[in-house]
């Protein structure tokens, strides 16, 4: 049976752009670096300690879509206050300060070297 994610993808215009967001801003860990004989690589990362991976999509291989928009993707951190801080003074772009969400949970939006928007919430 299946017993976890591997990975989601999220698609890129530039895959080393992308590396240098997520392992200097983020503090993310490579996974993956693969040649795929296209000119792109499968590259892949994540928080520390974490299982499921983010794969960066190079253009071509998704030629109807663009980088940038919502993602789908949710992260969560244990102190939201001291991440938004953190990767603030990094230079990573939130769309607005941790709030309380409807449903219970304190959480906000951040946007990658692409405007890719990803979810995080406290946890």
Same mark, same amino acid.
């Given at each position: 049976?299946?017993?976890?994610?591997?990975?989601?993808?999220?698609?890129?215009?530039?895959?080393?752009?992308?590396?240098?967001?997520?392992?200097?801003?983020?503090?993310?860990?490579?996974?993956?670096?693969?040649?795929?004989?296209?000119?792109?690589?499968?590259?892949?990362?994540?928080? +520390? #300690?974490? !299982? /499921?991976?983010?794969?960066?999509? @190079?253009?071509?291989?998704?030629?109807?879509? %663009? +980088? #940038?928009? !919502? /993602?789908?993707?949710?992260?969560? @951190?244990?102190?939201?206050?001291?991440?938004? %801080?953190?990767?603030? !003074?990094?230079?990573?772009?939130?769309?607005?300060?941790?709030?309380?969400?409807?449903?219970?949970?304190?959480?906000?939006?951040?946007?990658?070297?692409?405007?890719?928007?990803?979810?995080?919430?406290?946890?």
């Amino acid at each position: 049976m299946i017993s976890h994610i591997h990975s989601a993808t999220i698609l890129v215009s530039d895959q080393e752009k992308a590396l240098d967001f997520y392992l200097n801003k983020l503090g993310w860990e490579k996974g993956l670096d693969a040649p795929m004989g296209d000119g792109s690589r499968f590259i892949t990362v994540m928080p +520390p #300690g974490a !299982a /499921t991976q983010l794969a960066f999509g @190079a253009p071509n291989w998704f030629p109807d879509r %663009k +980088p #940038g928009g !919502a /993602t789908g993707i949710s992260v969560v @951190a244990e102190d939201i206050d001291e991440t938004y %801080k953190t990767l603030s !003074a990094r230079g990573v772009k939130f769309k607005e300060p941790p709030a309380m969400m409807p449903w219970g949970s304190r959480a906000t939006w951040f946007y990658d070297q692409d405007d890719n928007e990803i979810f995080l919430a406290e946890g």
